[in-house]
């Protein structure tokens, strides 16, 4: 049998995402175990699990490295890779927003100053209020970015929001709902399609279970 390839997330949300396959009949106990190991496969069940960085996965499932993975939607937002969004998982929720300081005060006569991961999904945003903006991209850290006065707002990721709060911000609009999705490879889906079916249909089922 050909197995299917998977890229899951590496991290506490890939961990969770595997006990859902694992909960669906593609178990692969090996991956498991401790160690630095980044390939993992069960033959009998026709996977083979891959771990690689959240925000990769759709470029190994965009280029056909792996058939199917699990990607958050603002990657699948900020980057639009060509792939097949197959199903909603309804885990590591969370939202995008604009935060800024407590106090801050917007004047929309001035060109507003934006540091983001997320300048794709910013410029968006902000095009569609015709908003003229300044995008500072960075990498990480973006909290620190209007404190320093680096900035005046920040696009990022809340999911607690203890980040946003430890930092004397607040959230102060919403730009959209945030969770996992099964994304396929398009030229995969057609060839394998009886077999990532299958996984969908099983993981399709643990999620219906766990929001009933
Ligand atoms: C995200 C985001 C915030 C944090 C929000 O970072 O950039 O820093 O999570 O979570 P909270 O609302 O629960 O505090 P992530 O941990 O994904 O990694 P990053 O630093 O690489 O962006």
Do not use: H
Not at 102 to 123: E, M, Q, W
Not at 127 to 134: H, P, S, T, V
Not at 137 to 144: A, C, D, R, T, V
Not at 190 to 197: A, L, T, Y
């Amino acid at each position: 049998m050909e197995f299917i390839n998977v890229a899951l997330p590496k991290g506490r949300l890939g961990e969770k995402v595997y006990d859902m396959f694992e909960q669906a009949g593609f178990p692969c106990p090996s991956i498991k175990e401790k160690g630095r190991k980044l390939i993992f496969e069960n033959a009998e069940a026709g996977v083979r699990f891959f771990w690689v960085k959240p925000s990769d996965v759709s470029i190994y499932v965009e280029r056909g490295a792996a058939d199917i993975g699990v990607a958050g939607k603002d990657i699948l937002l900020e980057y639009a890779p060509d792939v097949y969004e197959l199903l909603d998982l309804k885990m590591g929720k969370c939202y995008m927003a604009v935060a800024a300081k407590k106090d801050y005060r917007d004047d929309p006569s001035r060109t507003l100053r934006v540091a983001t991961k997320f300048s794709n999904i910013a410029k968006k945003y902000y095009a569609e209020k015709c908003r003229d903006i300044d995008i500072i991209k960075l990498n990480g850290s973006i909290e620190i970015a209007p404190i320093l006065e680096l900035s005046d707002v920040i696009v990022d990721i809340v999911e607690t929001g203890k980040t946003l709060l430890e930092n004397d911000l607040e959230p102060k609009e919403k730009i959209v709902d945030i969770s996992a999705r099964l994304i396929s490879n398009k030229t995969a889906y057609k060839f394998k399609q009886e077999g990532i079916d299958k996984i969908k249909e099983g993981l399709a089922e643990i999620v219906r279970n766990k929001n009933d």
